[in-house]
């Protein structure tokens, strides 16, 4: 298994950012996937995830109405788009296989909100 994200960087409070998470060495379509964050000093948490077939997707209550998490099976492709960012949003960004829980994790990619 193999996830690798992309997308991080330094965003403005406000602003947006799209990570994506590139699949391989599974079968993609078949297993729901997540995002996970994880500040300095703080145990990850879960941000969102979604089905195999996207029919059903989560989110914690922090990003619920902000954050949309969508898949491209046919890409091995996990995206989240970030909208409306918060200091607070600044993490490690982590992709994984599965989410209740997560079986595998990416290394994850950073995102920055500051003005």
């Known amino acids: 298994v193999q996830l690798v994200e992309l997308g991080g960087g330094l965003a403005q409070p406000g602003g947006s950012l799209r990570l994506s998470c590139a699949a391989s060495?599974?079968?993609?379509?078949?297993?729901?996937m997540g995002w996970f964050r994880q500040t300095p000093g703080k145990e990850r948490e879960f941000v969102a995830g979604?089905?195999?077939?996207?029919?059903?997707?989560n989110y914690s209550d922090s990003v619920r109405g902000r954050f949309t998490i969508s898949r491209d099976n046919a890409k091995n492709t996990l995206y989240l788009d970030m909208n409306s960012l918060k200091p607070e949003d600044t993490a490690l960004y982590y992709c994984?296989?599965?989410?209740?829980?997560?079986?595998?994790w990416g290394r994850g990619t950073q995102v920055t909100v500051s003005s």
């Open positions: 994984t296989k599965g989410w209740a829980p997560p079986n595998s």
């Open positions: 979604i089905s195999w077939g996207s029919r059903s997707r």
């Open positions: 060495g599974f079968r993609f379509s078949s297993y729901p």
